[in-house]
Every structure is written in structure tokens, then in C-alpha cells.
């Protein structure tokens, strides 16, 4: 009878609901606070958000980050304020993603996508210079050659950020906080740190919706 044990685990497992996916043609959604490629933000009338401060690149702990900025021509301003980020460049063979960059960013200048899959072939293309990482005319990111984006991944980019106003307070939550981008307006503002979530007006998707089949009980499972 063990024979038979071992094919009676083997058959049980057959018709189980599958828990795994056809990647990379099927994804699990990404979730709202997912830390991936940078974005360069522009304003809803088109300027740059960039102001060519430097602060992304000093609390950057990998470093990996070089900014350098320049007076904004008087005909032609880039920006609303009186300078510009000239030169913005991300290396990401040194990039951790840990989004202390965003944090420190005054004019909400720099998100991440929840854009992960993407290889270079060379050195060279893994820094990605100002010319890149700012969005288009339609307030999209760039789609580069060898990026996989899928629908989505450009989408309330570093949510997380606008949980709550600064120092965290509970109070202001729901407020809008954010500056509006180009081509997105203002994004809606987080909740359910003291009220119930949004999940419709915030993108978010319960862990539960992602990993039904990991989260049935064993009796589920029988």
C-alpha cells in the first residue's frame, strides 16, 4: 500500500488549483507602493518638476544618483523655479531601490514606476541619463528597447509618498497632497489608516485578491 500512497499524493496534487503562472506572458498585479524604474514628472502645463537641487543625489546610499543643475534662461524657463536639472543620471548597477530619493525630492520630481524587468547588454545602457527618465509630452514614461512595460506599471507611481501628509499624521489623510502631473492630474489621495480603503480611486489590491489560492485553509484545500 505505500506503493500506492505516493501516487495518491500525486493525483490529489493534479487537481488542485494551480498557483503557479504562464510567466512571463501572465504577471500577478503589481502592487500600488511597488518600487521600480525612476520617472522624471513634469507639471500638468508642461515644465519640469526638477529643480536641480541635488538632494536625491545626497541621501542616494548607493550613490548612484548625479545630478547637477543650471539657471534657468529667462526666455525659455525649464522649470517654474529659478534653476533646472541639466544633467540627471541614475546608474542602475548600483541602484537599490530603496526610494530615499522620492522621499527627499522638494517639488516631487523623481517616482518610481512599478516597471522591474529590464537587462542591459552593456555598461552604458544601465545609466540612464535625463533624456530618458524624463516622461513624454504626454506625461508617459519612456518605453526603452529592452524594458518589458505592461499596462499599469506607469500608474500612481510611489503611492505610498501620499499616504498621509507630512510627519504622518492621520489627520490629513484623504487630502490631496500631490502637486498634479501631466497627464495624470492629481492622483487620489491614500486611506485606510483610519478610514475604510479606496481601493477603486487608489489602485491597490489586496493580498488576498493576488494569492487566493496560497491563502486557502487546509480544509479549503481538501
Known amino acids: ?32 507602493r511597488y518600487h521600480g524604474r525612476h520617472v ?36 525659455a524657463p525649464v522649470s517654474p523655479g ?7 543620471e541614475i546608474n542602475y548597477l548600483r541602484c537599490i531601490h530603496c526610494d530615499l530619493c522620492v522621499e527627499a525630492c522638494p517639488t516631487e520630481a523623481i517616482t518610481e514606476s512599478k516597471m522591474f524587468e529590464f537587462s542591459f547588454t552593456n555598461r552604458a545602457d544601465a545609466i540612464y541619463t535625463r533624456a ?7 506625461g508617459r514614461p519612456q518605453h526603452l528597447p529592452w524594458e518589458d512595460w505592461r499596462p499599469g506599471d506607469d500608474l500612481r507611481t510611489s503611492a505610498w509618498m501620499r499616504a498621509t501628509s507630512p ?14 502631473e501631466l497627464g495624470y492630474g492629481e492622483r487620489p489621495a491614500e486611506s485606510g489608516q483610519s478610514g475604510p480603503d479606496n481601493d477603486e480611486a487608489t489602485g491597490n489590491v489586496s493580498v488576498r485578491k493576488v494569492m487566493a489560492s496560497h491563502l486557502l485553509t487546509r480544509k479549503d484545500r481538501r
Open 1 to 32: 500500500m505505500g506503493f500506492f500512497d505516493g501516487f495518491r499524493v500525486t493525483a490529489r496534487q493534479m487537481v488542485k488549483p494551480r498557483v503557479t503562472r504562464s510567466y512571463p506572458d501572465e504577471k500577478r498585479p503589481k502592487p500600488p
Open 40 to 75: 522624471l514628472n513634469r507639471y500638468e502645463d508642461g515644465m519640469e518638476k526638477c529643480i536641480g537641487c541635488e538632494l536625491c543625489a545626497g541621501v542616494c546610499p548607493a550613490g548612484c544618483i548625479y545630478v547637477r543643475g543650471a539657471d534657468n534662461p529667462p526666455d
Open 82 to 88: 529659478e534653476r533646472w536639472g541639466f544633467v540627471y
Open 132 to 138: 530618458e527618465l524624463l516622461v513624454g509630452d504626454d
Open 167 to 180: 510627519s504622518g499624521s492621520a489627520a490629513y489623510e484623504g487630502q490631496q497632497e500631490w502637486s498634479g
